[in-house]
């Protein structure tokens, strides 16, 4: 089992619409969570760090359920710039060590 | 420019050479991490460094693969005899000291093919 799983869509959803991911985790000693983006060909970049009490910025909203092992991502009201693949990140601290294990990425794509 | 800078950002090598790439973290930085990425995976970790210190490699990097940070500024990641199976994106992230939530911050990264 993969240590961090993710749906690899792809996604292919309207302008406008709200799309949801999903992300799971087999480590409960996880100590923290984020959502990164990643364009074409391009490095990847931090979208959003993830707080067990929920948080939002702009259009977009993330959740974490420390109980379920849980990680969501909500993008309201899509753009065509939302278009990348959308990596779910856990840090696996162990020790002093601090690194960041990535889920395969889901893919959406926002049609015009 | 002040971000993560790898170079080469491509290497094309026949197999059995060896390779070597190099990270120029952000300046105030002191972590520092190689990733390697292919075509519809998510970054694998490889190794991590703080200051100079090499503190933890993936069981991913084999006896072939060797990393350096000799000041504890730039690194670089050789790859000796490689393999077609290395043919991947090297990817270069570094961090400061600070909480569990410190963002890491990627370099453009090394595309690798070995023919």
């Known amino acids: 089992r993969k240590e961090v799983e993710q749906d690899p869509g792809p996604f292919n959803v309207p302008e406008g619409a709200t799309v949801a991911f999903n992300c799971t985790y087999s480590?409960?000693?996880?100590?923290?969570f984020f959502w990164y983006r990643q364009d074409c060909r391009k490095e990847p970049k931090l979208l959003m760090s993830?707080?067990?009490s929920g948080n939002e910025d702009g259009r977009f909203t993330a959740q974490l359920n420390r109980a379920s092992q849980y990680i969501s991502l909500l993008i309201r009201d899509s753009k065509l710039s939302d278009s990348a693949t959308y990596l779910c990140?856990?840090?696996?601290?162990?020790?002093?060590?601090?690194?960041?294990?990535f889920g395969s990425g889901t893919q959406l794509t926002v049609l015009p | 420019d002040t971000g993560v800078s790898q170079d080469p950002r491509h290497k094309i090598t026949k197999r059995g050479q060896n390779v070597t790439f190099r990270c120029d973290p952000i300046?105030?930085?002191?972590?520092l991490y190689w990733y390697r990425q292919t075509l519809g995976q998510g970054p694998e970790f490889l190794t991590y460094?703080?200051?100079?210190?090499?503190?933890?490699k993936s069981r991913l990097l084999s006896d072939r693969f060797s990393a350096e940070r000799p000041k504890g500024s730039f690194s670089t990641l050789e790859i000796q005899r490689t393999e077609q199976g290395d043919s991947a994106m090297y990817l270069c992230?570094?961090?400061?000291?600070?909480?569990?939530?410190?963002?890491?911050?990627f370099g453009q990264g090394t595309r690798l093919t070995v023919v």
């Open positions: 992230a570094s961090s400061s000291s600070g909480t569990v939530n410190t963002e890491a911050f």
């Open positions: 480590n409960s000693a996880s100590q923290s």
């Open positions: 993830v707080y067990s």
């Open positions: 990140v856990v840090n696996l601290a162990s020790g002093s060590a601090r690194q960041l294990t």
């Open positions: 300046s105030e930085h002191n972590r």
């Open positions: 460094f703080q200051n100079e210190a090499q503190l933890e």
